[in-house]
């Protein structure tokens, strides 16, 4: 069931409809606060407009790093274990 969240982000009020729980919605509002502040912190003449464009490709670059992380990670688990595999044979 869909709950809906008062968040701000950029000192800016959102309402999200979401199915997740209320420390998810926070955690995720806390993340996305935190990208977007330091963006803003680094240039005070920056739009709100181009703070979220940045802060969405940070965001992305976060996720595409962690999902390759995580590929990698696989990977050599894999390995491990067809070594392991090997070793009883």
């Known amino acids: 069931m869909k709950k809906t969240y ?4 950029l ?6 409809k979401t199915e997740n729980n ?7 509002t806390d993340y996305v606060n935190k ?18 464009i940045l802060g969405a490709l940070n965001i992305a670059e ?7 992380e995580t590929k990698e990670i696989i990977a050599d688990w894999k390995d ?3 070594d392991l595999i090997d070793l009883k044979q």
């Open 6 to 9: 008062e968040v701000t982000i």
């Open 11 to 16: 000192d800016q009020k959102f309402m999200l």
């Open 22 to 28: 209320e420390d998810h919605v926070k955690r995720v």
């Open 35 to 52: 990208v977007m502040h330091a963006i803003k912190m680094r240039s005070s003449t920056i739009s709100t407009q181009n703070v979220a």
């Open 62 to 68: 976060d996720m595409y790093a962690k999902t390759d």
């Open 80 to 82: 491990r274990l067809n």
